[in-house]
């Protein structure tokens, strides 16, 4: 079982940018692809960007492409999420997830197997 854990949101203003990290919890995510996911008040959850194991491959949803980054630092165990000019239509719940199959750029929530609590991100304009 991997025990994944976010951490980074917060409160910020339109045009701000802001970092979600990732990490398992004594466990290395090396071996995993990872995903990051949101959920609105009142929609559904959905992925938004994804790495593979290797970290050669990513995949963004077109509503962050060109402003969002994802990347990982093996030595480290850490998956980021760079969040640029943020909107307030970025306010949601962000969730992490690794996957320890393959994954597809439609970033689907079915193809990962372990979940994040999720962090709380809060864009005000």
Request: proline letters at 2%.
């Amino acid at each position: 079982q991997v025990q994944v854990v976010e951490s980074g949101g917060g409160l910020v203003q339109a045009g701000d940018s802001l970092s979600l990290t990732c990490t398992a919890s004594g466990q290395s995510l090396d071996d995993y692809a990872v995903g990051w996911f949101r959920q609105a008040p009142g929609k559904e959850r959905g992925g938004i960007a994804c790495v593979t194991w290797s970290g050669k491959v990513t995949y963004y949803a077109d509503s962050v492409k060109g402003r969002f980054t994802i990347s990982r630092d093996k030595a480290k165990n850490i998956v980021y999420l760079d969040m640029n000019i943020l909107k307030p239509e970025d306010t949601a719940m962000y969730y992490c997830a690794a996957a320890d199959g393959a994954v597809t750029s439609a970033i689907l929530s079915d193809e990962y197997n372990y979940w994040g609590q999720g962090t709380q991100v809060t864009v005000s304009s």
